[in-house]
């Protein structure tokens, strides 16, 4: 099974704050990567594909990086709703594996 | 626009089963690969089961802590998705999502909101 390290685990950040998410694969996952926003009770919802390509109608704020091993999420400039839990996801081969969420918190 | 809704969800003791709904609407049902994610309280996500579509033959896969237990199935002329539940186990408690497989990527583009299952006695 492909292992998805997520770090850090979680983060603390100000509104306006530059911040990335990093993921590291444990084999070559090209760049068959997606990154998700969680919200407290709520259904993921899908940001990027492909490592770098933004799902339909998410802000330009989000943008992602990478391919093989390692693989970044940016949020630009991070605003009150974007405190959230975020996830990757290889979609390479089965199983389907996530990372273990980053926690973006208020500071 | 997308719809995914599951039902099905509920309280049943250990060994017991259940059957997932996820009823879809807003786009070409057939065309897509179709998969089950789970939620257990306070952790990440995992996934469970995939459904590819006729023009691969209705395959499936399965998680290996599923297999053998778990059913995933999809009616096209209903445009729903399917996951039979049998022999669970406490650590099958969990929200779970239905989530659509994007035609043009192998990626989750949209998930229901969730029915929650709960494996205890």
């Known amino acids: 099974d492909i292992q998805m390290t997520q770090s850090p685990s979680s983060l603390s950040a100000s509104v306006g704050d530059r911040v990335t998410i990093t993921c590291r694969a444990s084999?070559?996952?090209?760049?068959?990567l997606g990154w998700f926003q969680q919200k407290p009770g709520k259904a993921p919802q899908s940001l990027i594909y492909?490592?770098?390509s933004l799902q339909s109608g998410v802000p330009s704020k989000f943008s992602g990086s990478g391919s093989g091993t390692d693989f970044t999420l940016t949020i630009s400039s991070l605003q009150p709703e974007d405190f959230a839990t975020y996830y990757c996801?290889?979609?390479?081969?089965?199983?389907?594996?996530f990372g273990g969420g980053t926690k973006v918190e208020i500071k | 626009e997308v719809e995914l809704v599951e039902s099905g969800g509920g309280l049943v003791q250990p060994g017991g089963s259940l059957r997932l709904s996820c009823a879809t609407s807003?786009?070409?049902?057939?065309?897509?690969?179709m998969d089950w994610v789970r939620q257990a309280p306070g952790k990440g996500l995992e996934w469970v089961a995939r459904?590819?579509?006729?023009?691969?033959?209705?395959?499936?896969e399965y998680a290996a802590s599923v297999k053998g237990r778990f059913t995933i199935s999809r009616d096209d002329s209903k445009t729903s998705l399917y996951l039979q539940m049998n022999s669970l186990k406490s650590e099958d408690t969990a929200v779970y999502y239905c989530?659509?497989?994007?035609?043009?990527?192998?990626?989750?583009?949209?998930w229901g909101q969730g029915t929650l299952v709960t494996v205890s006695s």
């Open positions: 989530a659509r497989v994007a035609d043009y990527s192998y990626h989750f583009d949209y």
């Open positions: 807003g786009f070409t049902f057939s065309d897509h690969y």
């Open positions: 459904s590819r579509d006729k023009a691969r033959r209705y395959t499936t």
């Open positions: 084999q070559d996952i090209s760049t068959s």
């Open positions: 492909g490592a770098s």
């Open positions: 996801q290889q979609y390479k081969s089965f199983p389907l594996t």
